[in-house]
Antibody, heavy 119, light 110 residues
Framework: QVQLQESGPGLVKPSDTLSLTCIVS??????????WSWIRQPPEKGLEWIGN???????NYNPSLKSRVTMSVDTSKNQFSLKLTSVTAADTAVYYC???????????WGQGALVTVSS | QSALTQPASVSGSPGQSITISCTGS?????????VSWYQQHPGKAPKLMIY???SRPSGVSNRFSGSKSGNTASLTISGLQAEDEADYYC??????????FGGGTKLTVL
């Protein structure tokens, strides 16, 4: 059973860079059946897909965030990461990492990490 | 890339059936079979309930079913139970190789 766990600072200052890592256990980040995604949920709001990355490093990003987002994969540590630059209060959200099965559906989710943007 | 449209809330009594709609466009819902539904209880991560429009993952009750007609996908829950009370989100693959979610529907079991 694949398990995902987000880690990173819970508080980020405005204009700084938000950095999160998702550790994959019970499976391999190099799996041919999964790509790896980040999804966020602002307080009391709905889900927003941020983007996904394949194990070889190719990416797809939400156009609304593309200029500020970078995703990467570290196969040696079996983890993948998210960086979001120039954050504002609007980036305050619970950030989830998720496994995207064969491009069909998000069937594995981390527990979520609350990131607050505030000075 | 616009969010898919879901009703903000639906409600039903125990034992009844409810349906939640998810309306997209020719670039997402109607173009692909990759429509999925997620259940989210307060403070918890979303859980996959339906994938590929109408398939259920192992372990998900057969009270949950999905369908699609044109630009609109639907989730039906039959035999409503108290534990079904949650937020439900649809998601769809899009023609730009991106993913989009609906705004979410709050299900209240009366």
């Amino acid at each position: 059973q694949v398990q995902l766990q987000e880690s990173g600072p819970g508080l980020v200052k405005p204009s700084d860079t938000l950095s999160l890592t998702c550790i994959v256990s019970g499976g391999s980040v190099t799996s041919g059946t999964y790509s790896w995604s980040w999804i966020r949920q602002p307080p009391e709001k709905g889900l927003e897909w941020i983007g996904n990355i394949y194990s070889r490093g190719s990416t797809n990003y939400n156009p609304s965030l593309k200029s500020r987002v970078t995703m990467s994969v570290d196969t040696s540590k079996n983890q993948f990461s998210l960086k979001l630059t120039s954050v504002t209060a609007a980036d305050t959200a619970v950030y989830y990492c998720a496994g995207l099965l064969l491009g069909q559906c998000f069937d594995y989710w981390g527990q979520g990490a609350l990131v607050t943007v505030s000075s | 890339q616009s969010a898919l449209t879901q009703p903000a809330s639906v409600s039903g009594s125990p034992g009844q059936s409810i349906t939640i709609s998810c309306t997209g466009s020719s670039s997402d819902v109607s173009a692909y079979k990759y429509v999925s539904w997620y259940q989210q209880h307060p403070g918890k991560a979303p859980k996959l309930m339906i994938y590929d429009v109408s398939s259920r993952p192992s372990g998900v009750s057969n009270r949950f079913s999905g369908s699609k007609s044109g630009n609109t996908a639907s989730l039906t829950i039959s035999g409503l139970q108290a534990e079904d009370e949650a937020d439900y989100y649809c998601g769809s693959y899009t023609s730009s190789s991106l993913w989009v979610f609906g705004g979410g529907t709050k299900l209240t079991v009366l």
